[in-house]
Nanobody, 125 residues
Framework: EVQLQASGGGLVQAGGSLRLSCVGSGVSFDDYMIGWFRRAPGKEREGVSCISPIYDLTHYSDAVKGRFTISSDNAKNTMYLQMTGLQAEDTAVYYC??????????????????WGRGTLVTVSS
């Protein structure tokens, strides 16, 4: 059984930083797109940042580009999302995900095979 466990969310002031982690079990990260998605209050879930390793591609949404950094330690089956310069608009439940490695459209919900449970990030202004 594949499981993804995200952690690291919490309450932070605007301008602050957080690092999210996601540990996987029952799966090898080597074979998948790894990514972070989020759902803000009243909005649909969106792709924040994803890596498609087979194609050596990394995607960041325009909203987080330059502030967030995605990384992974595949030997530990762990992915990370380093978030800096947090803004109130970043308040959301953040989900880690594994999906099919593609060249195009890899950071979309349609391509996700496995979801983590989510961790809440709240940014106070």
């Amino acid at each position: 059984e594949v499981q993804l466990q995200a952690s690291g969310g919490g309450l932070v002031q605007a301008g602050g930083s957080l690092r999210l982690s996601c540990v996987g079990s029952g799966v090898s990260f080597d074979d998948y797109m790894i990514g972070w998605f989020r759902r803000a209050p009243g909005k649909e879930r969106e792709g924040v940042s994803c890596i498609s390793p087979i194609y050596d591609l990394t995607h960041y949404s325009d909203a987080v580009k330059g502030r967030f950094t995605i990384s992974s330690d595949n030997a530990k089956n762990t992915m990370y999302l380093q978030m800096t310069g947090l803004q109130a608009e970043d308040t959301a439940v953040y989900y880690c995900a594994l999906g099919r490695p593609r060249r195009y459209g890899y950071c979309s919900e349609a391509g996700v095979d496995y979801w983590g449970r989510g961790t809440l990030v709240t940014v106070s202004s």
